[in-house]
Nanobody, 121 residues
Framework: QVQLVESGGGLVQAGSSLRLSCAASGRTFSNYAMGWFRQAPGKERAFVAAISWSRVRISYADSVNGRFTVSRDNTKNTVYLQMNSLKPEDTAVYYC??????????????WGQGTQVTVSS
């Protein structure tokens, strides 16, 4: 049974930093892209960042580029999202996702349960 378990969310002030983690289990995630989506209240789920197994392909949404950094530790089947200079508009439930291949795509095969990030002004 594949599981993606996120951690690291919380309530912070604008300008602060948070690091999200996502531990994957239940299969080998070699040659899987992993990454993050988020869903703000009243909005659709949106892509945030993704990283390929080899770490060669990394992509970010324009809204977070330069502030967020995605990384992964393949020995631990874990993907991270370092979020700096957080803004109130970053408030959302953040979901970890995984998909075969080097690209995450809009509909990854696997999803985590989500972790809440709230940024106060």
């Amino acid at each position: 049974q594949v599981q993606l378990v996120e951690s690291g969310g919380g309530l912070v002030q604008a300008g602060s930093s948070l690091r999200l983690s996502c531990a994957a289990s239940g299969r080998t995630f070699s040659n899987y892209a992993m990454g993050w989506f988020r869903q703000a209240p009243g909005k659709e789920r949106a892509f945030v960042a993704a990283i390929s197994w080899s770490r060669v392909r990394i992509s970010y949404a324009d809204s977070v580029n330069g502030r967020f950094t995605v990384s992964r530790d393949n020995t631990k089947n874990t993907v991270y999202l370092q979020m700096n200079s957080l803004k109130p508009e970053d408030t959302a439930v953040y979901y970890c996702a995984a998909a075969p291949g080097s690209l995450l795509g809009p509909r990854p095969d696997y999803w985590g349960q989500g972790t809440q990030v709230t940024v106060s002004s």
